[in-house]
């Protein structure tokens, strides 16, 4: 198979969680279904956050701006995935591709800041109380977030600019529901070694760090809610972090299995599936982990909706 010149692709194919013609309208209905209660949950919890000054603090703060996040993340691939499944078509433009690549990587990476942020906004609360709004400051918090959006988009136009590089062949089939940085590179013709180099440099630096700095955060709460003596006391440090602590498990565990296995295997269904969980459940799932079963968030949606405070 002759390489071919990257200006030369026009489209990609994308296969998709399953060819199967008659799963297609159960594929639709499932990703529909999961989309329209991450977009309503997340939402939910934004307008709750806005409406209610006792939300107006650096956690719910950051909350509503991983809600944005989320629904930003999810709706970089599933909207795309259900026209063609309702169009009964595969293609997506070479430029449509590269740009939901990238949108990707910002709202993925964002979503992983955001955490390690979190987890910090939690050991300042836990181990450091009487300090805590001496320390997160609405210019800090601000400060803070800037900082996850802007090596976000680094990061998601360094890995664009690099895959803009490659030669495609003929083959332009990508076995998964959206257009993934190493199925990509994979269907490339031309030397692929650089592009490895940088995603795995990207992976240690901007995965294993912010994971380390959450662990040794949750390292320093569960010494601090062990010194806490009443059991009242230990049972309202650890709920405020158990949710949390949940969600980042959840993202990282399959989204690193994902990246890995991709990376060592050809075999693509499997991982094509196993990134649904951290692209469309882990999003949906955020709301209901984080806030759903929090009475000041509950307390704020029946404001919000005219019922009693």
């Known amino acids: 198979m ?4 990257n200006t030369g692709v026009s489209e990609f194919l994308l296969l998709g969680i399953s060819e199967d013609p008659e799963l297609q309208p159960l594929i639709f209905g499932f990703f529909l279904s999961m989309y ?4 309503l949950g997340n939402l939910l919890i934004i307008l709750a956050t806005i409406s209610d000054s006792h939300l107006h603090t650096p956690m719910y703060f950051f909350l509503s701006n991983l809600s944005f996040v989320d629904i930003c993340f999810t709706s970089t691939t599933v909207p795309k995935m259900l026209v063609n499944i309702q169009t009964q078509s595969k293609a997506i433009t070479y430029a449509g591709c590269i740009t939901q690549m990238c949108f990707f990587l910002i709202f993925l990476e964002l979503d992983n800041f955001l955490l390690t942020v979190m987890a910090y906004d939690r050991y300042v ?61 994979q269907l490339a013709c031309s030397d692929t070694f650089l592009n490895d180099l940088v995603v795995y440099f990207a992976l240690v630096l901007l995965v294993t760090c912010p994971l380390a700095g959450i662990l040794y955060s949750y390292s320093k709460i569960v010494s601090s809610i062990r010194a806490i003596s009443s059991a009242q006391g230990k049972y309202k440090a650890f709920s405020t972090c158990a949710y ?34 951290y692209t469309v459940v882990t999003p949906m799932l955020n709301p209901f982990i984080f806030s759903l079963r929090n009475k000041d968030v509950k307390r704020a949606l029946k404001s919000l909706f005219g019922g009693k405070t």
């Open 2 to 5: 002759e390489p071919g010149n």
């Open 36 to 39: 329209l209660v991450t977009v």
């Open 125 to 185: 609360a836990i181990c450091h109380p009487l300090h805590y709004t001496a320390l997160m400051t609405p210019q800090l918090c601000g400060l803070l977030f800037l900082v996850c959006w802007i090596l976000s988009v680094l990061h998601a136009l360094l890995q664009s600019l690099m895959v803009l590089r490659l030669s495609f062949c003929t083959h332009l089939e990508i076995p998964h529901f959206f257009c993934e940085l190493n199925q990509l590179v």
């Open 244 to 277: 949390h602590l949940s969600m980042v498990s959840l993202l990282y565990s399959t989204g690193l299995g994902v990246y890995l296995s991709s990376a060592a295997a050809h075999s693509s269904q499997s991982t094509s599936t196993a990134s649904v969980i």
